[in-house]
């Protein structure tokens, strides 16, 4: 059976750039080809708007080759679509960090 995972942006990070920051059940999963792993556009969003504003230098790395890297490592886009901004919208302020409150709504 095909399982899906959708990324959190620091887990997309960190799988590019500091590896050793990741589970080895975290590695398995995002390395296992049976699964299905969503990277949303709203985590390149949030990478490129923390870089810009000199949050998140390693970004960089990941920014300048996105695309490339997502097709060699065989994973998903996940658009934005209106039901998962109404549903982003919708969460209790207790969620403050928009691009967490997108991908729980994805999710």
């Known amino acids: 059976m095909v ?6 942006t620091h887990t997309l990070l960190w799988y590019y750039t500091e590896p050793e920051k990741l589970s080895k059940t975290a590695i398995d999963i995002l390395t ?3 699964n ?3 990277v949303s556009s ?7 708007t923390k870089h810009r504003k000199g949050k998140l230098g390693k970004a960089q790395k990941i920014l300048e080759n996105f695309e490339e890297l997502m097709i060699d ?4 886009p996940l658009s934005v679509n209106w039901r998962h901004a109404k549903l982003s919208g919708e969460y209790a302020l207790n969620h403050a960090d928009p691009f967490d409150r997108m991908l729980v709504a994805q999710a």
């Open 3 to 8: 399982k899906r995972y959708l990324l959190d």
């Open 32 to 34: 296992n080809d049976d």
């Open 36 to 38: 299905q792993i969503y």
């Open 42 to 48: 709203a985590s390149v969003w949030e990478m490129a």
């Open 73 to 76: 490592a065989d994973f998903k």
